[in-house]
């Protein structure tokens, strides 16, 4: 018999590590761009594109959802102003995003 947690990755895509580091990476962005002055939700709203598409059965959404948070968590506990190191963090998951962004299109896209 398999085990749970087998059963839930065997449904899984491939990319599912990917994309879930993506959503941490959404998250951060979320709360590093608006800290340093961009108005707005298109980070939040590229997450909800991707969840969207993905249309993932409930606990496969709940993870996603969790590292989107996580994400945002991780540096609302860290910064709460813009700083240089908040610039650098921005660049850095930027092109993080970027990257993760297009493997997924390209390795596993139709």
């Known amino acids: 018999m398999a085990s749970p947690v087998a059963a839930a990755t065997a449904n899984e895509p491939l990319y599912e590590t990917k994309l879930i580091r993506l959503a941490e990476v959404l998250g951060s962005l979320h709360y590093l761009r608006n800290l340093c002055g961009e ?11 991707i969840i969207a598409a993905e249309k993932p059965e409930e ?52």
Do not use: H
């Open 39 to 49: 108005q707005g939700s298109e980070w939040r709203d590229r997450m909800n594109a």
């Open 59 to 110: 606990p496969r959404r709940t993870r996603i959802i969790a590292s989107f948070n996580r994400g945002y968590r991780a540096f609302s506990e860290v910064y709460s102003s813009c700083t240089d190191s908040a610039v650098a963090a921005i660049d850095r998951y930027m092109k993080e995003g970027e990257g993760l962004s297009n493997e997924i299109a390209t390795r596993y896209g139709n």
